[in-house]
């Protein structure tokens, strides 16, 4: 089983709707959460970090389950250029050093 | 300001062939990472430096892949007698310092195909 796992996708959804993603983690003892985009051929970025209390950036919020120990992201009023593959990342020790990332959910936004 | 860069951005090497590949972090970026991505997959840990320090090296798949940071900064992954399981994209990142608040910020990669 991967430490990290996502629904690869893709999801298709039309300009304006609302879309979520999951993922699911393995080390009950891992710390911080993020969530980074990765453009085609591109390299990834830090999207938004994940926090047990959840927050919000625009049209982004993520949200943090640690009973269940599962992340989510969800995206409000998608636009074209949200287009892209999100992947879900996990410090597993929190000691800052390697992340531990999923294999990747990619999102195509359609007009 | 400068990002991280790597160099080459694209390396195509024979079965056998020695590689080295460059990474300049931010500068005064104290934590330097390697990552492996294969295609269709998410980016996997190879290993990590704080300065010139090799903290972490579990990620390394084998003994043909070799890291350094002499002089903690700019770092060189070298693979040797390359294979075709060796193609992938690798990523350097660098973040300021330690610690889970530190964002990690990733080059371009190096896209290296074994033929």
């Known amino acids: 089983r991967k430490e990290v796992e996502q629904d690869p996708g893709p999801f298709n959804v039309p300009e304006g709707a609302t879309v979520a993603f999951n993922c699911t983690y393995s080390?009950?003892?891992?710390?911080?959460f993020f969530w980074y985009r990765q453009d085609c051929r591109k390299e990834p970025k830090l999207l938004m970090s994940?926090?047990?209390s959840g927050n919000e950036d625009g049209r982004f919020t993520a949200q943090l389950n640690r009973a269940s120990q599962y992340i989510s992201l969800l995206i409000r009023d998608s636009k074209l250029s949200d287009s892209a593959t999100y992947l879900c990342v996990v410090n597993p020790n929190n000691a800052g050093n390697m992340l531990t990332f999923g294999g990747g959910t990619r999102l195509m936004v359609k007009p | 300001g400068a990002g991280v860069s790597q160099s080459p951005r694209y390396k195509v090497a024979k079965r056998g062939q020695d590689v080295a590949l460059r990474c300049d972090p931010i500068s005064g970026h104290v934590s330097l990472f390697w990552y492996q991505q294969a295609l269709g997959q998410g980016p996997e840990f190879l290993t990590y430096f704080q300065n010139e320090a090799q903290l972490d090296k579990s990620g390394l798949p084998s003994d043909r892949f070799f890291a350094e940071r002499p002089e903690g900064s700019v770092s060189t992954l070298k693979i040797q007698r390359t294979q075709q399981e060796d193609s992938a994209v690798y990523l350097c990142?660098?973040?300021?310092?330690?610690?889970?608040?530190?964002?990690?910020?990733f080059g371009p990669g190096t896209r290296l195909t074994v033929t």
């Open positions: 080390n009950s003892a891992s710390q911080s």
């Open positions: 994940v926090y047990s």
């Open positions: 990142a660098s973040s300021l310092s330690t610690g889970p608040t530190y964002e990690q910020y």
